[in-house]
């Protein structure tokens, strides 16, 4: 199952208002502690422009990877283990 964090869905267009500007001239974002995945595709989906790494502990890549094969973008990558 995938995990899911109600904090996300509320957060992230917020969040996706100030990222969008500061990346504008970026090709490629390292997310550092990507959690559920959630961030890491909503992202991905709006800025399509940027290849976008997901990263976190070993524990939660099962459940980033779910987000991101569910998602299939091109410019999501597989998540690194931190």
Not at 12 to 41: F, K, N, Y
Not at 67 to 80: D, F, R, V, Y
Request: hydrophobic fraction near 40%.
């Amino acid at each position: 199952m995938k995990p899911y964090a109600e904090s996300c869905d509320q957060n992230r267009d917020p969040i996706l208002e100030q990222l969008r500007p500061l990346l504008v001239a970026a090709s490629t974002v390292l997310e550092i502690g990507s959690g559920t995945g959630q961030h890491a595709v909503y992202f991905s989906t709006h800025l399509p422009h940027l290849h976008w790494q997901p990263s976190d502990r070993g524990e939660n890549l099962p459940g980033i990877r779910l987000w991101c094969a569910e998602a299939g973008l091109a410019n999501l990558k597989a998540p690194l283990e931190l």
